[in-house]
């Protein structure tokens, strides 16, 4: 199936359709007949308008290629990116408010105010650095999603799209790293 869905193949279109799937317990998108997504958030985490079906407006298709376009340069397969993607659409437009989990991760010393699909880095308490795609920035804390295909941080698994809500002094601009790591080559190699 991941050789049907590239990221050149795989684009929005207006017969696109939400439904909600009493079965799985979560939103679904209809993409055509032969393609459904699951999103990955059950019912109890979800805003009640989710229930019923209506369509992918221009809206969602707007935060699917901004999603989509951060999620380029992370170390993902295209299904893992459009997994993403779906998800990230999901969570900004149908997510019951979150609670921050900031424990898992280190706080810097000057808080980060990211935008909506800025790609940021948290340091694990282990000292990982894990990718987060930022859904919903706020003045003290930020809604992100998992973008790695899975990690553990206190013998919890987290896995690729899943929501956590994250202190701003806890992220660090996913640029600023590089940018570092390329200053600290720099001056080793002088």
Not at 6 to 19: E, G, L, V
Not at 122 to 136: D, P, T, Y
Not at 149 to 167: D, H, S
């Amino acid at each position: 199936m991941e050789e049907a869905l590239n990221s050149t193949a795989f684009r929005p279109t207006d017969s696109w359709r939400w439904f909600f799937d009493a079965k799985y317990d979560c939103l679904m998108l209809d993409v055509n007949h032969n393609t459904l997504f699951r999103s990955r958030y059950p019912k109890k985490m979800l805003i009640p308008d989710v229930i019923g079906t209506f369509p992918f407006t221009i809206n969602d298709a707007a935060l699917y290629y901004q999603f989509f376009n951060s999620a380029l340069s992370l170390d993902l397969t295209d299904l893992q990116r459009i997994e993403l993607t779906i998800n990230a659409i999901v969570a900004a437009n149908f997510l019951k408010p979150q609670l921050p989990k900031s424990w898992y991760f280190m706080r810097n010393e000057k808080p980060l105010l990211p935008k909506l699909a800025d790609l940021v880095i948290a340091h694990m308490q282990s000292g990982e650095m894990i990718n987060l795609l930022v859904i919903e920035s706020g003045t003290h804390a930020s809604l992100c999603l998992v973008a790695e295909p899975t990690f553990i941080a206190m013998n919890r698994t987290f896995y690729l799209a899943e929501a956590i809500k994250l202190m701003n002094d806890r992220l660090i601009a996913h640029g600023a790293l590089a940018d570092s790591v390329e200053m600290v080559n720099l001056t080793a190699i002088s």
